[in-house]
């Protein structure tokens, strides 16, 4: 039976994602697990896989078209199919032809034609067919949408239609009476000197939007600890004394498989606030930030607190090469829990994080400095490093926060309990 094949939700806030093009065409044969076509997400480019096999017999959307999450972009079947009630209407891409059809065989019923662009229909919020960035761009630009027509599938209003319907209607009014205030808008650059503006990519643009309904919405505070790391940094020593050098453990290792151990006696920092409840976490998958060209993505090894040291080490050796080469795939930034977010090798004292929303916690961590210290009352050098968690007062409390880090700060100075 033919299946669809669509959108997925690449992280929490994403609505939307953009096609970039296609690596299957109509005929082929697909595999479960096989890369079909590339997407792009507000945080980076990804490869889509099939999760049915069959023949491709339908495209339903086009090359740089902007799709809802959860839209269907392709169908996959058998390949004497027929799925002509299968295929919504607009679609442009011929179904593949049947291998060898019966003389007699009756032709499939056509596709309805698809509504003209800027036409009404009660299927559409305000009686428009326009993709969900095309609404918000015509919300701010005071846009009519049903005077701009759609060059998108099946006659869709498209982003770039609207900016273009914009550009040639300058003295165009405000049609919808019931907009949200306009953002401030930002102080004039100072006259003279030289200035170079750079316009923001989609990774800015969302770190941006996501940063700033975090810290508008999200009680945030914070709860900072200091851990001696002679110990870990000893242990890591020594198991990496054994270990080939493309399979080395990271101090961020440690530090993950740390956090995920004591998140189980926290199921609050394990958590997102919903409202009226607190949704607790069954499974523990601790993200972790990396940074790349243009921004940060969170990269999130699953099930952290029963996986081996090794395989965290293994996982995030990979995902961090994956997010830096731009190609991540869609597992490798959903379903985290908490996040930690390590600057320790940019000779950072310390620092507070803000939280990734639908998060409840994240975890700042510093540089391992040699400092002075007191052992037993005598001035010695030791090894410490400061870390902060930033918690949602609305999901928990300070004590609770703190308790979460003694149970951290005893697991990092008895590392021999991260491999038990």
Known sequence: MAEFIVMPKLGFDMREGVLVGWLKKVG???????????????KATLELESHVAGVLLRLLEDEGAVVPIGANLAIVGAADEDISGLSPAGTTTPP??????????????PLPPAPPAGTASDEFPGGVKATPVARRLARELGVDLRQVSGTGPGGRVRKT??????????????MVPTLPAPEPTPPPLPAGGDQVTVPLTRLRQAIARRMTESKTTVPHFYVTSEIDMAPALALRKQINALLPEDEKVTVNDLIVKAAALALRDFPNLNAAFAGDQIIQHKAINVGSAVAVEGGLLTVVQKNTDTATLSKIAADNRAMIARARAGKISPDDVQDGTFTVSNLGGFDVDHFIAIINPPDAAILAIGSARQVPVVVNGELAVGTRMKVTISADHRATDGAEAARYLQQFKALMEEPMRLLI
Do not use: H, R, W, Y
């Open 96 to 109: 593949a032809p049947a291998a060898t059809p019966a003389p007699t065989e009756p032709a499939p019923a």
């Open 161 to 174: 239609d609207v900016a273009g319907f914009s550009e040639s209607q300058p003295a165009l009014p405000l």
């Open 28 to 42: 082929d044969e697909v595999n479960k697990g096989d890369v079909v076509a590339e997407i792009e997400s507000d």
